[in-house]
């Protein structure tokens, strides 16, 4: 969705209450701004022009104390995380970037499912590839396996942390931005089950806010 007044563009806004320990990490490991650190709260916000997220990011720190945790400008978009221990500076930083570019958090897009499964029992050879692909934990054979592939890439965060927190689950690999973005988390069939159920729960709640904002 856009503003008709200002010309931007709000593809996700995504308030993340606590980030989970394996996501934080995950986070920082790849990182070359500064790193989230576990339970911190954080705002992920992507919008058109891509390179006027420039201009929010150094409107969300002068205005706040939150730290920028990743930037991502593409073609289109750009995309910002921003984190803080203190939630009233995270939504704070987020209000202003919204105030200053006319957009309500309901103007972002709807998530569309493009992949969701869950490989029960996964063979070696199998557990291998994803291991050889992974940025995070890894799969052990036997084990159950859930992919999840969403547009906008960026919900993924939101996926994951809830995920992470409903289940004793790992971590594999999120790439949490792009056209299309790829979740992949592993454990007991049990808990991966659960993880599922917390990942596609949110998603859906979010999906309903546009539906019930007449969006």
């Known amino acids: ?31 070359r701004v500064y ?11 992507e919008l058109a022009p891509a390179m ?3 201009k929010m990011i150094d409107l969300a720190l002068k205005s706040t104390s939150v730290r920028l945790g990743s930037v991502v400008t593409e073609r289109v978009y750009g995309m910002m995380q921003i984190q803080h221990p203190d939630q009233g500076e995270v939504r704070a930083a987020g209000a202003s970037v919204l105030e200053q570019t006319g957009l309500d958090p ?7 499912i493009q992949t969701e499964m869950v490989i029960r029992g996964i063979e070696q050879d199998h557990a291998i590839y994803f291991n050889c692909t992974s940025y995070g934990n890894m799969v052990v054979a036997d084990e159950s ?3 999840l592939e969403i547009a906008p890439a960026a ?24 056209a299309t973005g790829r979740l992949v988390l592993s454990g007991s069939e049990s808990e991966i089950d659960s993880a599922v159920e917390a990942a596609m729960a949110v998603l859906n709640s979010l999906n309903k806010e546009l539906d019930d904002a007449g969006r």
């Open 1 to 31: 969705m856009s503003s008709k007044d200002s010309g931007f563009q709000l593809r996700t806004y995504i308030f993340l209450d606590q980030i989970q320990p394996q996501l934080a990490h995950f986070i920082a490991k790849d990182n």
């Open 35 to 45: 790193d989230p650190n576990e339970y911190d709260s954080a705002i992920v916000l």
């Open 52 to 54: 006027e997220i420039h």
């Open 106 to 112: 309901l103007d972002r897009a709807r998530i569309k």
């Open 145 to 147: 396996v859930f992919i």
């Open 155 to 178: 919900y993924l965060n939101i996926a994951c942390n809830e995920a992470l927190k409903a289940a004793d689950v790992k971590l594999i690999t999120i790439r949490p931005f792009g």
